[in-house]
């Protein structure tokens, strides 16, 4: 994990303002163009997803699955999530309903977990069920995938998870382990975007399984992507932390190889170069990249009306520049837009059913573990 200083940011709080209630910087959040609320506090958040009736499921890093009400603030722990390896960066990880939720009722997710041979982030799905007595758990959870290999540390799982547009798929990110070369290797999963059909076989038609790899991989040469989402065309876009520098954002197109560890934009931790992307040098370079980092975290396309003018950005949570970040979308090309310091890091982004943005604190270093609703300054 990236351990950058942090400068220390000063609480300033001015009474009858919804930005202090937040208890971040105070002149930094007059300058921001939406109004922050606090609606709850979680336990080292991960990741959220808002459910067809206004709920929605959080996860949080020890393992445990909540159902949250945003109305009235109530948390149902969900029963039937199998055991977390939460060392280190592992976690219960990413969480997303089916394409055919409403009839199904399945809900996917992603966790770390530690099993003969080593550790690693497993795919799993189970059946959303509620009792009348209002307790709730998956029912049926089954791991339909596993990452190739399992091995030592405890790092760059990623396990982002995103549905094809169609419904027909799902793509799911399988971080390089902090091991650098299985990002290359063609039989390891690890350092790459997977595409899958819905029960967890690799999909038919991957573009590189008749060239020997594995074959559901989708594109490799990944670190530790954090986050996919599909905008309004049907692109893939993906943002992956660097080393030291090079954070990414990547149009993701299938069969290519995106260059990690053998090209980036950053440099090694110990200060070793490596050498950057260029034209013609084999390798997808990014669309976006920083230096200095931000860290990305979650990673959303933005639909929605409550926010016009930034319809079709992407946002990302970012973890150590404690910031919210809009990249700017013009068809294949991908712009720096807006950073917005927000105090504290910013670990997931969600799109709210009316259109509001809703940010999860990361929960550690400085974060309280607060989701947080934006709309618009009035």
């Given at each position: ?265 950053g440099s090694h931790y110990d200060g070793r170069a490596i050498p950057d992307h260029q ?100």
């Amino acid at each position: 994990m990236r351990r950058l200083p942090l400068a220390a940011l000063p609480l300033i709080l001015i009474a009858c303002s919804a930005e202090n209630a937040t208890g971040q910087n105070a002149a930094t959040a007059s300058d921001r163009p939406f109004a922050t609320a606090t609606i709850a506090d979680f336990d080292a958040p991960w990741a959220m997803t808002f459910l067809p009736d206004g709920r929605a499921l959080v996860t949080e890093k020890a393992g445990e699955m909540l159902l949250f009400d945003p109305k009235n603030g109530t948390k149902i722990p969900i029963a039937g999530i199998p055991a977390v390896d939460s060392a280190g960066q592992g976690a219960l990880m990413d969480v997303v309903t089916s394409p055919g939720f409403a009839q199904d009722k399945m809900v996917y997710f992603s966790f770390s977990e530690s099993r003969e041979g080593g550790k690693g982030v497993a795919l799993a799905k189970g059946a959303f069920a509620q009792a009348s007595d209002g307790t709730t758990s998956l029912t049926d959870v089954q791991v339909i995938f596993r990452a190739t290999p399992y091995l030592d540390g405890n790092g760059h799982y990623s396990g982002r998870i995103a549905f094809s547009p169609d419904g027909q798929y799902l793509f799911f990110t399988n971080g390089d382990r902090q091991k650098f070369d299985p990002a290359q290797d063609p039989k390891s999963t690890l350092g790459k975007v997977l595409r899958l059909n819905l029960d967890g076989t690799p999909a038919a038609g991957n573009p590189l399984a008749a060239k020997g790899f594995h074959p559901a991989i989708w594109s490799y040469g990944h670190r530790n992507l954090l986050g996919i989402a599909f905008d309004e065309k049907g692109r893939l876009w993906e943002q992956e932390m660097g080393p030291k520098g090079g954070d990414e954002v990547n149009l993701i197109q299938p069969g290519l190889n995106y260059g990690w560890p053998e090209v980036s934009n950053g440099s090694h931790y110990d200060g070793r170069a490596i050498p950057d992307h260029q034209a013609g040098d084999g390798y997808e370079a990014p669309k976006v990249s920083w230096n200095p980092v931000i860290s990305p975290g979650g990673l959303i396309h933005y639909s929605g009306d409550m926010f016009p003018a930034w319809k079709g950005s992407l946002f990302i949570g970012g973890l150590s520049s404690k910031a919210l970040v809009r990249v700017k979308l013009d068809g294949e090309t991908a712009s720096k837009a807006d950073q917005w310091d927000m105090g504290a890091r910013i670990r997931e982004v969600e799109q709210g059913p009316d259109g509001a943005l809703w940010v999860l604190e990361d929960g550690r270093d400085g974060s309280q573990g607060r989701l947080l609703k934006l709309t618009p300054k009035r």
